[in-house]
């Protein structure tokens, strides 16, 4: 059957996904904006020729300006912000200055940043909630985003300082790479470190890239060598802190025989570590140094270095002189990418990271820099253009789907079969969860196209609305074999929406498989307030049939409302019958398929031949 590209029904299906709905003081409700093309606000062209700039006590060349100027050009040639509203500017190091309004501590810890390497670059600002003004316009509802950057020995942002030993003229501070220091890896942090593919995308296969500091992060040095860092040992540490212990007094102070006994300890695990004096300090990355570190590090109790615990360690570091000098000439010494996702489940930060991941023009990025003869009189193209679009493809229905929706009192019928399958359901709203949606696919054994959910939603936006007043609503569900006994049920739900997301009244069915041919079981949720006299509760039943041991196992699920008259059957048997449930005259007006919670690869279904019927 031939496949037809279907243009127009594409932007019809995306019209009506993308009506943006405004939500008093917080902004535009992201999934009704995700589809809309708002860009930036405004398209930085650098005709002037870059000046150097004085900053404080650090000079950056003309050419360096220029750089940061470039990289703001290459961000936007590459990157169109879909959903959300994108700034793009360029900077210098900060400059530490004194402030009256910021505490001791906040101070000494700003002091610090003097001692960071001469940094520069591009930085991108992703506002999430908007509103319009006057004019139409979109604009940020607050300041709420994430941000992209592209830095020149960029040090601060990727790291965690060791503040309590560190200094307006020396920097140290942990590199929490947990892709080389795999013991204690928290489960949250490679899950997040491979989003969307990040982990194994070919385009910076070949640079150093992480996950670090709720960023994801790529670092280009020439030749992929290491970082001009370097270690410091227990001695160094401990000579450092011994150092800081009267400017600490100053900024927290302690207690007179406080302050004896943290000095008393000190000496003392200078004793115990006489031995190891030369080895390689290494930190927890949550390791909160201050007095009371030394206060609390009495004998018989874990200290900084104790490494009984199992959890992960790092050694702590300081940029090589040579190389922080260096930084202050033109030539970078490493090349830094960064970007933040705070909302990973919605469609903007799929779309930002995946515009990073395929059209930036890495490679030139690399070259331009540490391989200048490969690039030379060449101008910067991403690989792929930001305002390309991604063709829908749209089958031929099937011929059983063509003779169902012909039926006069058939109101809705999707079996996906105009579906391509890899794909999003056309015509369903398919929600995002860990970086993946839910999918057309096919399965052995079975006949016709799936949409398989795995923690994932899925609403329907093509379904004509209201619901007929009587209706029969039928689908068909398939869990796996071993599918994992007391994972999420799949719940189906009927609501009448005042404003999208928001029901104010609703049905629910949820059905979970058993396990090892045993009976699954079906929860029938509802909620008819008013007026007062119809159903509103929950209730567990049996569903017998659906259990885990099969191949496929499949149920049909049937729910009919006439007039006040509610009923549920589970494989054409009755299970639930209520003769006052729903007032007569209510009209239904959403459809949604929800299993968030299941991640395995068993903890799946899969729905299709999803019928309403007029009765």
Known sequence: ??????????????????????????????????????????????????????????????????????????????????????????????????????????????????????????????????????????????????????????????????????????????????????????????????????????????????????????????????????????????????????????????????????????????????????????????????????????????????????????????????????????????????????????????????????????????NFFFAPEKVKGQSYKPLHSPTLKEEVTIKERSEKATEIIADKNVFFYDDFSNNAVGYKPIGWQAKLNAGTTAVVTNLDGLDGNWVQLRGHSLNALALKKPLPQNFTLTYDVVAPQNFTWGAKGLTLQLSRETSPGNAESFIKLKVRPGSNGSNGEATLETKFPYPPGYLTGSKWFAAEGFSNNKKNNRIAVTIKKLAEKLEVYINGKSIAVYQKAIPDAHLFNALSFDCSGNSAENDTYYISNIKITKD
């Open 1 to 366: 059957m031939k496949n037809i590209i279907l243009i127009a029904l594409a932007a019809i299906t995306i019209s009506a996904q993308a009506q943006p709905v405004y939500v008093d003081r917080i902004g535009f409700n992201l999934e009704s904006i995700a589809d809309i093309d708002i860009g930036w606000m405004e398209i930085r062209k650098h005709a002037i020729a870059p000046k150097a700039k004085q900053n404080g006590n650090r000079i950056y060349s003309a050419t360096q300006i220029g750089y940061s100027q470039q990289f703001v050009e290459w961000m936007q040639q590459s990157y169109l912000p879909k959903g959300c509203l994108g700034n793009a500017t360029y900077f210098q190091n900060y400059i530490y200055r004194f402030s009256p309004t910021n505490s001791l501590l906040g101070n000494a810890v700003n002091q610090h940043r003097d001692a960071l390497p001469h940094s520069y670059g591009a930085q991108t600002k992703i506002f999430i909630y908007l509103k319009k003004d006057e004019k139409g316009k979109f604009v940020p509802q607050n300041n709420l985003g994430d941000n992209w950057q592209i830095e020149a020995n960029q040090l601060e942002s990727i790291t965690t300082p060791v503040s309590f030993i560190s200094s307006a003229d020396e920097y140290y501070f942990l590199w929490t790479n947990y892709k080389a220091q795999k013991v204690g890896y928290p489960e949250y942090e490679k899950i997040k470190s491979n989003l969307f593919g990040f982990d194994t995308h070919k385009n910076i296969k070949p640079y150093h890239h992480f996950y670090t500091n709720s960023q994801h992060v790529v670092v280009m040095t020439k030749d992929n060598a290491a970082l001009p860092f370097e270690q410091i040992t227990i001695g160094d540490f401990f000579t450092e802190a011994e150092k800081q212990f009267p400017n600490w007094q100053k900024i927290e102070a302690l207690s007179n025989d406080k302050l004896l006994k943290a000095q008393n300890n000190l000496i003392r695990l200078k004793k115990k570590y006489k031995s190891n004096w030369n080895e390689i300090a290494e930190l927890k990355p949550d390791a909160q140094i201050n007095l009371y570190s030394f206060v609390n590090a009495n004998e018989g109790y874990d200290d900084i270095f104790d490494k009984n615990d199992g959890n992960a360690r790092f050694p702590i570091l300081k940029v090589t002189k040579t190389a922080k000098e260096l930084c202050k000439k033109d030539q970078p010494q490493w090349l830094v990418m960064r970007w933040t996702l705070s909302l990973t489940n919605e469609s903007y930060a799929k779309h930002l990271q995946e515009s990073i991941l395929n059209n930036f023009n890495f490679e030139y990025f690399y």
